[in-house]
Structure formats: structure tokens, C-alpha cells
């Protein structure tokens, strides 16, 4: 299956140190079709953190099950391969808002 910018897809997330991973819903950002590699941020329903972005559902094509956040902090690039299901896609104007609002925590 192919996928696109603004899809919000299952992967096994691998934690920081390598060694295990959980299943996570992501964000993709960025397709690169030549190394099939996606860029994407994580997506989180734990609002105790810093960097969040909510997800409303009239931002996405199917609600999903809890209320969820992107994490502007946790951007990073994987294989397409390990994508294990499409959950929804995002509009092209909430991807404007991640956009913006990440370029503002950079810099």
C-alpha cells in the first residue's frame, strides 16, 4: 500500500534507547519514494507534555479513538515498510497549522 503526505498511520514506535517498541500512531510529514522512507511525528493522547498540536476531528477524514495530539518534539525518519495500517488522513489545512507551528518552536 501506498502513502501519502497528511496520513496518520500504526507503527511500531521504537522508544529512544532502541531496545523495545510500541505500537503509535504517527503523522507523515514527507514521503521519500526513492529510499521508501517516511518523515513523520508522533502522535500522543498523553497531554502532560510540552510541543503538542491537538488534532481536532473535523480535522481528519475518520475521528480517532482517543483524543490525540502531535508531537512537535518527536519528528524523526523511518522505513515505510514498518507502517502496519492506514487510521485516517489529516486536511491540508491542519498540515499548514503543524506547518507553521513547528517552524515557530525551531527557530
Known sequence: MS????DIVLIAF????????KRRPVLII???SAYADIVCFQITSNIDQSSLV???DTDCERALPKRSY????KCFTLEANII???LSSVSRKFLDQIKHEFCNTIF
Open 84 to 86: 502496519d495500517k492506514k
Open 3 to 6: 502513502y501519502k503526505v497528511g
Open 14 to 21: 521504537p522508544f529512544t534507547n532502541l531496545k523495545k517498541s
Open 70 to 73: 502531535v508531537k512537535l518534539d
Open 54 to 56: 491537538l488534532i481536532n
Open 30 to 32: 514527507k514521503v521519500n
